[in-house]
């Protein structure tokens, strides 16, 4: 029998679970405060739900062999989308849906072949809101949960924006194959792509500003208008910055516009974001989202309904950036009840049943202790608890 579990997959240790537990009841706190209900989205689906219309790519999905093309979800937009579109289509519309649950990708193992990576995931869901309303309650929703999580300014959360518009207003000039390189540099960051390809000198230079530039959102817009005229995105993005900076500021949460940020997987049409705070060794991803009508009216939707945003928000992460800085480890009170020969299990559980009508979390030691100096030393040995000693 193999002792160590599957590659990417994790044994979590109570201390850890427990985090989690918690991370996930604090955003759900918040989530409910703002109107939405909670939904549970299945594990499983069928592959062209998971792929959401092509939006995310087959290799991300980890298939299940079955007579039917299923795999486990890598994420859990496009299983609520259709439900919201279905089984949901009959709701008022805007329909608030919220949801937390596990999440499956497969990648390309270091030491080569594949596996899988789980992942606990917490997020919201807001359908039927074509404006940029959605998007103006959608990030200062997400500003509201980050308060909930003890980052400290250690971790520089920094909030990146994006449009879809805006990197097509980058792309209008070209066409075709070219296009599509420049699109694929421009994601990836890659500088000397575009430093090699094949245009006018002022094109590269223009692609190279624009691979540079983020930053303020209103300095950021202001450039764009100066290069592309005035345009309703920048109207949307405006109005949107203005509502969201001042709250983000009093996070502690920077933002940034950058033209040419577009997420890994093609799912959004419209605003993109992500939230990332720094690690130890290196940036960390713990939120990212955006509009995805498209994926909507592929579910079914059709007219005003046909429209979606969301963001969701990495447990995992969360809780290993806030173990890194010690934040949220404070254990909860603790006793160990333990008992010497003369008494008995009994009585131990008695006096455990006390501690719990006091909300106390306590243990029973389920054998008599030879002395009290023993049981001290269980204690300590426990994590530290405290010691209810009971003798005749």
């Not at 299945?42 to 592959?47: K, Q």
Request: charge should be negative; hydrophobic fraction near 40%; aromatic fraction near 4%.
């Amino acid at each position: 029998m193999a002792l160590q579990p599957a590659a990417g997959a994790r044994d979590l240790n109570p201390r850890q679970v427990e985090s989690n537990r918690l991370l996930s009841e604090r955003l759900a706190a918040v989530y409910r405060l703002w109107g939405y209900d909670e939904v549970s989205p299945p594990r499983v689906e069928r592959l062209d739900t998971l792929m959401a219309g092509g939006a995310i790519d087959s290799g991300d999905v980890v298939r299940l062999v079955s007579d039917d093309p299923l795999g486990l979800r890598p994420e859990m937009t496009a299983s609520i989308a259709r439900a919201a579109s279905t089984r949901l289509a009959s709701r008022p519309r805007p329909l608030r849906l919220w949801a937390s649950g596990t999440v499956f990708q497969s990648r390309s193992a270091d030491e080569g072949g594949m596996c899988i990576e789980e992942n606990l995931q917490s997020g919201v869901e807001l359908f039927g809101v074509q404006g940029v309303e959605a998007e103006m309650e959608l990030l200062a929703l997400l500003i509201a949960s980050v308060s909930t999580l003890d980052l400290g300014a250690g971790h520089q959360p920094q909030l990146l924006i994006g449009h879809t518009a805006l990197m097509d207003l980058v792309l209008s000039p070209y066409d075709g194959v070219r296009k599509d390189a420049i699109r694929t540099a421009l994601t990836r960051y890659d500088r000397l792509a575009i430093e090699a390809m094949d245009l006018p000198q002022v094109d590269r230079d223009g692609l190279l500003r624009h691979l540079d530039s983020r930053g303020r959102p209103d300095l950021q817009l202001r450039e764009l208008e100066e290069r592309f005229g005035p345009q309703p995105v920048f109207a949307d993005l405006k109005r949107l910055t203005d509502l969201l900076t001042p709250a983000a500021d009093a996070q502690g949460v920077s933002v940034q516009l950058d033209a040419t940020f577009q997420p890994i997987f093609e799912l959004y049409t419209g605003l993109v974001f992500q939230l990332v705070c720094q690690g130890k060794a290196a940036p960390v991803v713990i939120a990212r989202g955006g509009r995805y009508d498209d994926l909507v009216r592929r579910c079914g939707a059709t007219g005003m309904d046909a429209a979606g945003v969301g963001f969701s928000l990495a447990i995992d992460p969360i809780r290993e950036l806030l173990s890194e800085s010690s934040a949220g480890q404070a254990a909860e009170p603790a006793v160990l009840v333990a008992y010497s020969a003369g008494t008995g299990l009994e009585d131990a559980l008695q006096r455990q049943l006390s501690w719990h009508q006091q909300g106390t979390r306590a243990v029973v030691e389920l054998k008599p202790v030879a002395d009290r100096t023993q049981a001290e030393a269980m204690a300590r040995e426990r994590g530290g608890l405290q010691l209810d000693w009971i003798t005749p």
